[in-house]
DNA sequence: ACTGAATGATACTAAACTTGTATCATTTAA
DNA sequence: TTAAATGATACAAGTTTAGTATCATTCAGT
């Protein structure tokens, strides 16, 4: 099981070199240090900006910012912005057939064992990374 | 991502009730009661028992017995029979080409994060789930 | 011995997710 | 007007997960 995929490593790598620049970066400028295939990188910060974590701006000279300092942006920002919010926790039974789903001991013990994991990658900033 | 996949809670499932009957049980008949397909709980069956989780009798009148008492069967164990260790932590660029391989912050951190999951796995026993 | 019920091992198919590619539309500065 | 940039989206390839199928082996009961 993966927590940090690739795209969640390139995003970090990525993140670091636009905060390290201060000034705005284009995709196509931070691809190439990365050592990044180009189209992965720019979805990648396409899904950051949705997120809110970079503002982008558009046209000739444009490219990507932080939205807001490296110590106020957390893994678990970059995770959910990237690969959408942690679930440690999906039920086999969907809820509809498994009548035990709220009391099943599984699914508690998982939960506080995810609750756990989201404190610590909220934890861990841009600015512990770069 | 998902901790538990499907093989996991049929796992478990499967080992509380084998714990519940106290004597031997076949494939056969915990897939029934547990609502999963027969192919699919003699593979986990078969992983559970090569990891050493439960004991199983062949021929006739064979089946599954834990090895060991619930208290000491933990969910970090049935993890592993059924999925392989824990790897929250696949470097993208597989040591071979990524010098800082020792330094890297994010793979310290998170490594750190894995090591606190597997804790809390290993706390949780199939007496809790049962 | 024979038979049927059971696991061991393994190969295969299907579905889902991850990774990477390609394209076209829109915006903006020069 | 043009070139450089992001926004959105569709597609293809690769990998993992889930489920199926088969044959070999073991063992109790007759």
Redesign the pocket.
């Given at each position: 099981?993966?927590l940090i995929?690739?795209?969640?490593?390139?995003a970090v790598r990525a993140l670091a070199a636009v905060a390290r620049a201060g000034g705005g970066?284009?995709?196509?400028?931070?691809a190439g240090p990365a050592g990044?295939?180009?189209?992965?990188l720019?979805?990648i910060?396409?899904a950051l900006?949705?997120g809110g974590i970079t503002r982008?701006?558009?046209?000739?000279?444009?490219?990507?910012v932080l939205a807001r300092p490296p110590r106020r942006i957390s893994l678990g920002d970059i995770i959910a912005a990237v690969?959408?919010p942690l679930k440690f926790n999906?039920c086999?039974f969907g809820g509809a057939l498994c009548h035990n789903h709220r009391t099943c001991l599984l699914r508690g013990r998982v939960a506080a064992i995810e609750r756990k994991v989201l404190d610590e990658v909220r934890r861990v900033t841009l600015a512990d990374l770069s």
């Open positions: 099981m993966k995929t690739r795209e969640v490593d390139y970066l284009s995709a196509a400028g931070l990044v295939p180009r189209p992965v720019r979805k910060m396409q900006s949705r982008s701006s558009r046209g000739r000279g444009g490219g990507f690969r959408g999906d086999v």
